[in-house]
C-alpha cells in the first residue's frame, strides 16, 4: 500500500529504540519550544519498551521534552493508579523518569464515568491541540499498537462502518480485550492526526498485520490506513 511506510525489526527492544530514536530527533528538528507538541500514547507491552527507550535516549542525548503535552489514543476506565491504568505505566516509566510538569499530562479520567471521561479528555485536548477545517483537533503525533486481532487504540473489530465517520473525538466503547470498558480517539481523529506511527509487535499477529495491509482489510488498522494519506508502522511481526 503507497500510503503505508513498513519498517521491519528482528525484535521488540530494536522496534522500540528505532522508534524513540526516530521520535525524538524529529522533536530536536522540530525544536518549537513555544508551540505545543501533542503527542497520544498508547498502553500495551510494546508501549513499555517504547516508554523505557525515549526516558533513556532522552536522559544520554540531555533533551528537553517542555513543548509536548502527553494525551492518550485510549484509557481503560480504572483509577489512575491501577496497574491496568494507560496512564499509570507512561508515569512508572516516562513521565515520571523524566519529571514531566503536570500541566503536560492529560490523562483521560478512567476513575470517571466513561460518557464524562470521554468529554472531558476531548475538552483537555481541544484546550491546547488546534482545529482542522472540519473542526477536529489535531494531534502532532499518534501512538498506535496493534491487537491480535487488528484492533489500534480500542478501536474493535465488530463495529458497524459508520463508526469511521463518528466526529467524536473519544468515545467510551466496551472492549474484546480486558478490562472491558475503555475511552478511545475516534477513527475520525485518528484520521486527522499530522502523523500516526503503528508499533506492531508480537507474536499471533501476522495475520492481524496481513490482513490489515491488504486492499480491502477489514481490521481497525485497515480502516485507519484507508483514512490517512500515510502511516508508518514499525512491526517486528514475520511473514505478514
Ligand atoms: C490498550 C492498548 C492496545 C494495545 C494493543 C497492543 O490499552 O490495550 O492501547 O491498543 O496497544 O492491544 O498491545 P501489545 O503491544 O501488548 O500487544
Excluded at 509536548?68 to 485510549?74: A, K, L, P, R, Y
Excluded at 490523562?107 to 464524562?116: C, F, L, Q, T, W
Excluded at 506511527?197 to 485497515?222: I, Y
Amino acid at each position: 500500500m503507497s500510503n503505508v511506510e513498513l519498517l521491519r525489526f528482528a525484535g521488540d527492544l530494536e522496534l522500540a529504540r528505532t522508534a524513540a530514536e526516530q521520535w525524538t530527533r524529529q522533536l530536536e528538528t522540530l525544536a518549537r519550544a513555544s508551540t505545543p507538541y501533542c503527542l497520544a500514547l498508547s498502553g500495551g507491552r510494546i508501549a513499555r519498551r517504547f516508554f523505557e527507550s525515549v526516558a533513556g535516549q532522552t536522559r544520554e542525548r540531555r533533551l528537553t521534552l517542555n513543548s509536548v503535552h502527553f494525551f492518550w489514543g485510549d484509557e481503560r476506565c480504572v483509577p489512575p493508579a491501577d496497574s491496568e491504568s494507560n496512564f499509570a505505566v507512561a508515569r512508572e516509566l516516562l513521565l515520571g523518569p523524566l519529571s514531566i510538569l503536570p500541566e503536560k499530562i492529560h490523562r483521560v479520567r478512567g476513575e470517571d464515568a466513561p460518557e464524562s471521561a470521554a468529554a472531558q479528555a476531548e475538552a483537555d485536548l481541544r484546550l491546547i491541540a488546534p482545529t482542522d477545517s472540519s473542526g477536529l483537533p489535531v494531534l502532532d503525533l499518534i501512538f498506535l499498537g496493534l491487537g491480535e486481532d487488528g484492533h489500534v487504540a480500542s478501536l474493535f473489530p465488530g463495529e458497524s462502518e459508520q463508526v469511521m465517520t463518528d466526529a467524536r473525538v473519544y468515545r467510551d466503547v466496551i472492549a474484546a480485550k480486558p478490562p472491558p470498558r475503555r475511552i478511545t480517539l475516534g477513527y475520525s481523529t485518528i484520521a486527522a492526526a499530522k502523523e500516526v506511527w503503528v508499533l506492531a509487535s508480537g507474536s499471533g499477529k501476522e495475520n492481524a498485520l496481513r490482513d490489515s495491509l491488504s486492499r480491502g482489510g477489514g481490521t481497525p488498522l485497515a480502516r485507519v490506513l484507508r483514512l490517512r494519506r500515510h502511516t508508518r508502522i514499525f512491526t517486528d511481526i514475520a511473514n505478514s
